[in-house]
């Protein structure tokens, strides 16, 4: 088995992060965006989740398609679209035609991370899958960290719409390391056995859909939080965008410890143990902040809130490894793509009905709890 090469965990781990870059990365400018085309808070959060069902679908088209011609090809041309989604955004002048281009960035995006997962997948399996995964979301922790930090400050020097251009040059740094750094990692001897695991359809694969529907739900958990969070910490606490984007970038420190702990447990604990226990754990923090947020205690509800979202990034390395584990190499590509899609999908939805009414911690860290104990609900069920 091939040792874990830093090179390639900086590039996946980049890839990987094209999520949190559609995401994070123009949450404070949400506010600023409402004003300036006239739109409503639900218009503008709907940006959010075309960005989010945009990065599930996108999953279903790049991933089988790797499966059959390779993974560099369907690499770089996800990588030219969001080249070309970010720059219409950037000079979009209206809110309906921002939401369409917001699909388009997320369906191009959504090759970076459904790619990453099976190169790593190809490369890599069991314990050391589970570490290659935990070190991809170290790298990954990055983008949460310093993707509403530069977006706050961005917005406080610039437009908004330089938040795109910079998603632009960001899709041409990657376009570059992935021609660079990454070479082809699906043999042609898989091109003829994906038809013969086409035969096994991925929806029978119990242990598989187990552990996809264990990480839809975390993602709904989390988007609830991604999608409220800007306007509940800014317009129900009264804080600034920066001191948001200082505050989210907070979760991405935590991410990167969390995905380390994780990492090492991982030889210690079985999977499945950790899984549960994580997941415990992560219920009982979001548990404690609906509390905190019903008696209105502010600051102690956004401590528990900081390592409820930590907590359920260590967690999803666990159930990631083990449901790309738990399929072939040869059909690597299309099980990443159907749980990313199922993870965006249910996070797309997730993000809107978290602030229906309008948003506050109460309706947010609900959300989550609820979305995290369906997740727990899941991992206590055993797959036949």
Known sequence: MPRIAPSWVLTLGLLTAIGPLCTDFYLPALPEITDQLRATGTQTQLSLTAALIGLGLGQLFFGPLSDHIGRKKPLA???LLFI?????????????????????QGFAGAGGSVLSRSIARDRYQGAMLTQFFALLMTVNGIAPV?????????????????LFWCMAGIGVLLLVLSLVVLH??????SAVASQQTRNTPLLKNRRFLRYCLIQAFMMAGLFSYIGSSSFV????????AMQ?????????????????????LSHRVAAEVLLRRGLLLAVACAGITLLLAWLHLAIPALVGLFFTVSFMSGISTV???EAMSAVSSEQSGTASALMGTLMFVCGGIAAPLAGLGGE????MSLAMAISYAIALFFSLCKAR
């Open 77 to 79: 041309l996800s990588l």
């Open 84 to 104: 070309f989604s970010s720059a219409m955004c950037a000079m979009t002048q209206d809110i309906h035609l921002l939401i369409g281009w917001r699909f388009l």
């Open 146 to 162: 310093l993707s509403p930090v530069l977006g706050g400050y961005i917005i406080t020097a610039f437009d908004w719409r330089t």
């Open 184 to 189: 082809e990692t699906l043999p042609a001897k």
């Open 233 to 240: 910490i800014q317009s129900e606490y009264g804080m600034s």
């Open 244 to 264: 948001f984007s200082l505050l989210f970038g907070l979760n991405g420190i935590g991410l990167i410890i969390a995905a380390l702990i994780f990492s090492k």
């Open 319 to 321: 159930s990631g490894s």
């Open 360 to 363: 506050t911690m109460l309706k």
